[in-house]
């Protein structure tokens, strides 16, 4: 499961740790390095101090215990002294169980190594080399060389035991130090995680009081902190959408059963009345074909809403063809010459023969059909109804113009909208079932194009406008 | 009794007049809000069955300007939206009730005579004037346990002047709520159609119940 305060605490804790850790490599380094730095100290001045006891005896360096003195340090309790060729010349009693190392020449002078395990453990050994010369004591090697002269190496060396006791218990105070923190911070993330979280609890309390029923509450961003203020006002926007979309949904729907129920009520009543007593065949014959003009009427309604809803379930529209446009509209011309020339309605064709139009033959049929028929639906007697189609800014532009009385301008943004009736009045004498416009757009928009309209009081001009496919063309 | 039925669907408006003509109503019917609102408020109606969505005034308009002018009549609204906040919307509005589409005709038919009933401050769907009894909901009267057989105009009459028994009711009050505009009946109809009433009702022997209030109208009295 993914979860922000999961992953707070857990990107805490990790970085918390490596910060502990990382302090506690320090601290131990730190101390490590000043425990070996005052071990080696100790040791060179104890080899020091061993030089101070060796003599040239003869051609062969010696020490000379007997010269211990005020004058001289003390001797360290362990040490060796190492001749040219690493014969050993003089040890003490206890550095038997020293696992020397054998003193070599070069390299740093003096050295420092840790040796063993030997008896009691692991052993620090500080090698010091120097030179003798006759009659004098060890000297330093950078000093100028003397008669006779030879090397000595000087060797003590101390257990470990004692610096590694320190550093375990070292290591063990920081481990446990370090527990604790990183409980004590675990706690606090944790809590501040939820902390950092509350917000979002808010936010989400605050959302469930937005119900269906009660689209219209929205989120005040000044409730909020600072930080949320983008996401709550993307959430508002969200709700703006959803409760158009709902009201959209529910005028729809509302429309829908009043454009079917009204209708089904006449033919119910109808019925009914009709059933009520004797009736002659006169009225029988007129309550039929009441009955059937209202039943076509719902027809058509339905017929409207199943296309929408095919096309709202979206599978595609078919397949696109180059349609030529001039004979698509000679062909709906003939089919709706009745209804012209009862009204006397001029029908004018004013498209260019070499017009095609990428679009799917069947729909374009429907659309321009519906535009045309209510331009003859909605004409003046004696009007005409033209339509045109041109190129046009890499689009193909089709017009249908018509001389009726015009749309008032502020029924034109609606006019697409499904059930949207300029005069509701006239949905009874025009036939209508109010969604004719709304299939075309949905036609026209499914191809890929646009329909807009304007009107003025010489006509109503519907343009439909497809953008040409430059690929298909060539 | 007299109805107006404001709804923009013709074809339920002409079956709805048909069967309420048929039920001995006079109907005057409006095919749009404003028309509707102009003749309720020139007609003393004693039902208006309203549409909500009408052309030019919406039936909510057309209610509330009712009430504000002060009409007391009452109204059912009739309307496809059958959601309880429009019906709420609507009985709030001062509407005296609501019927959704599609309907039963008898239903309808049945609100219509309780709001007549109302209107009337009867409860009793029978009306009795001393031993003159109306069956308002099968349009039947009996007097002295014997039915008496009435044309539909007649028992309109009879019922009209039962509702108000015992006041004086004027001829153009009875024409106003037996006749709707197109009638182009004279008004000595009524006369003739009282003279009917009493020979069918005031039978010899009987106490007579019609009294003719010279110059102002004709009264039904049981005692």
Redesign the interface.
């Known amino acids: 499961m993914r979860s922000l305060r999961l992953k707070l605490i857990v990107g805490s804790l990790l970085v918390l740790a490596a910060v502990i850790l990382a302090f506690d490599i320090f601290v131990y380094a730190a101390k490590r390095h000043t425990l070996f730095e005052v071990m080696d100290g100790r040791l060179y001045a104890q080899t020091q101090a061993v030089s101070r006891y060796v003599e040239i005896e003869g051609e062969k360096p010696a020490l000379d215990p007997a010269q211990e003195n005020a004058a001289r340090p003390p001797l360290p309790v362990i040490f060796r002294v190492v001749g040219e060729g690493g014969a050993v010349l003089a040890q003490s009693l206890l550095s038997g169980s020293v696992p020397w190392l054998a003193a070599g020449s070069g390299g740093p002078n003096p050295q420092w190594r840790s040796v063993g395990p030997g008896r009691g453990g692991t052993w620090r050994v500080a090698t010091w080399t120097g030179r003798l010369e006759r009659d004098a004591q060890v000297v330093d090697p950078s000093a100028s060389p003397g008669e006779v002269s030879m090397s000595v190496i000087v060797q003590c060396a101390e257990p470990l035991a004692s610096v590694s006791k320190e550093l375990r218990e070292l290591a063990s105070l920081l481990a446990l130090v370090s527990l604790a923190t990183f409980l004590i911070a675990g706690g606090g993330s944790f809590w501040l995680a939820g902390r950092a979280l509350r917000p979002i609890r808010r936010v989400n309390a605050a959302l469930e009081t937005v119900s269906e029923t009660r689209l219209d509450q929205r989120l005040d961003p000044f409730s909020f902190d600072v930080e949320l203020h983008p996401l709550i006002t993307q959430l508002n926007a969200a709700l703006d959408r959803l409760e158009r979309g709902f009201q959209r949904e529910r005028q729809f729907t509302?429309d829908a059963?009043?454009e079917?129920?009204?209708?089904?009520?006449?033919?119910?009543?109808?019925i009914?009345?009709?059933l009520?007593?004797p009736r002659t065949e006169e009225e029988l014959i007129d309550?039929h074909l009441?009955?059937e003009?209202?039943a076509r009427s719902m027809q058509a309604v339905v017929e409207g809403l199943l296309l929408l809803a095919r096309m709202d379930a979206g599978k595609g529209p078919p397949a696109k063809e180059n349609v030529e446009a001039a004979a698509l509209v000679e062909e709906i011309f003939a089919a709706l010459g009745f209804q012209a020339r009862a009204k006397n309605v001029r029908l004018v064709q004013a498209v260019d023969p070499s017009i095609r139009v990428q679009a799917a033959p069947s729909q374009l049929r429907l659309a321009l059909a519906n535009l045309i028929d209510n331009a003859v639906r909605y004409n003046r007697p004696d009007g005409s109804v033209t339509v045109e189609a041109r190129q046009e800014d890499g689009a193909t532009v089709i017009e249908v113009r018509d001389t009726g009385p015009g749309i008032p301008a502020e029924h034109l943004p609606r006019l697409f909208e499904r059930f949207y009736r300029v005069?509701?009045?006239r949905?009874?004498t025009t036939g209508g079932a109010g969604l004719g416009l709304s299939i075309v757009r949905k036609i026209v928009e499914g191809q890929g194009g646009h329909v807009s309209a304007s009107s003025g009081p010489e006509g109503s001009v519907f343009r439909l406008v497809f953008p040409i496919n430059r690929i298909k063309i060539s | 009794m007299r109805l107006l039925i404001v709804e923009?669907?013709?074809?339920?408006l002409?079956?709805?007049r048909?069967?309420l003509e048929?039920e001995s109503f006079a109907v005057d019917t409006a095919?749009?809000g404003e028309e509707g609102l102009y003749l309720a408020g020139v007609n003393d109606y004693d039902v208006v069955i309203l549409d909500l969505?009408?052309?030019?005034i919406d039936g909510w308009t057309v209610l509330r300007e009712m009430r504000a002018r002060g009409l007391s009549t009452h109204v059912l609204i009739l309307t496809?939206?059958?959601?309880p906040k429009d019906k709420v919307r609507g009985l709030d509005g001062g509407a005296d009730d609501y019927l959704?589409?599609?309907?039963?005709?008898?239903e309808l038919l049945a609100r219509v005579r309780a709001l007549v009933r109302r209107k009337y401050r009867t409860k009793n769907p029978l009306l009795a004037v001393a031993d003159l009894e109306i069956d308002t909901a099968n349009h039947r009267a009996r007097r002295s346990g014997a039915d008496i057989p009435l044309q539909p105009k007649e028992y309109t009459l009879l019922e009209y002047l039962a509702h108000r028994a015992g006041e004086i009711v004027s001829r153009a009050s009875i024409w106003e709520h037996l006749y709707d505009w197109q009638d182009e009946k004279t008004s000595n109809i009524i006369d003739v159609y009282i003279s009917r009433l009493r020979r069918k009702i005031d039978r010899p022997g009987l106490r007579p119940l019609f009294q003719t209030v010279r110059g102002e109208g004709y009264l039904l009295k049981g005692d």
């Open positions: 509302a059963s009043h079917l129920r009204t209708p089904l009520a006449a033919i119910l009543n109808s009914e009345v009709l009520r007593r309550a009441d009955n003009r209202t005069d509701p009045s949905a009874e | 923009d669907n013709r074809a339920l002409k079956s709805l048909k069967g048929e095919e749009d969505m009408l052309p030019k496809a939206r059958d959601a959704s589409k599609p309907f039963r005709f008898e």
